[in-house]
């Protein structure tokens, strides 16, 4: 059974940094794209960034282009999202999630991922 554990959320100043981390376990395939959406109170979950099994490429929204980094490292199947120059609008519940087997690629569209994190809150303070 699949199952990803997000960490490292928590409480920081606007223009502050934070770093998650989400570590996966229960796979029995791979080729699977790794990515980070959020949910803002009354909002739809929303992408935020995604990374190629291969790492080569890299989405970002929009609005975290220039501040947040993703990466990965697919010998501990683990994923992070760096998180800088925080603003108060980046404040959500943060999810990670991956793609099913032989989905390789970044899609932005949250129905094309099959597993997801229980969420780590985000709150970053004016």
């Known amino acids: 059974q699949v199952q990803l554990v997000e960490s490292g959320g928590g409480l920081v100043q606007a223009g502050g940094s934070l770093r998650l981390s989400c570590a996966a376990s229960g796979y029995t395939f791979s080729r699977y794209a790794m990515g980070w959406f959020r949910q803002a109170p009354e909002k739809e979950r929303a992408f935020v960034a995604g990374i190629s099994w291969s790492g080569i490429s890299t989405v970002y929204a929009d609005s975290v282009k220039g501040r947040f980094t993703i990466s990965r490292n697919n010998d501990k199947n683990t994923w992070y999202l760096q998180m800088n120059s925080l603003k108060p609008e980046d404040t959500a519940v943060y999810y990670c999630?991956?793609?099913?087997?032989?989905?390789?690629?970044?899609?932005?569209?949250?129905?094309?991922?099959?597993?997801w994190g229980q969420g780590t809150q985000v709150t970053v303070s004016s």
């Open positions: 999630a991956t793609r099913g087997q032989n989905h390789p690629q970044v899609d932005t569209v949250r129905g094309a991922w099959d597993y």
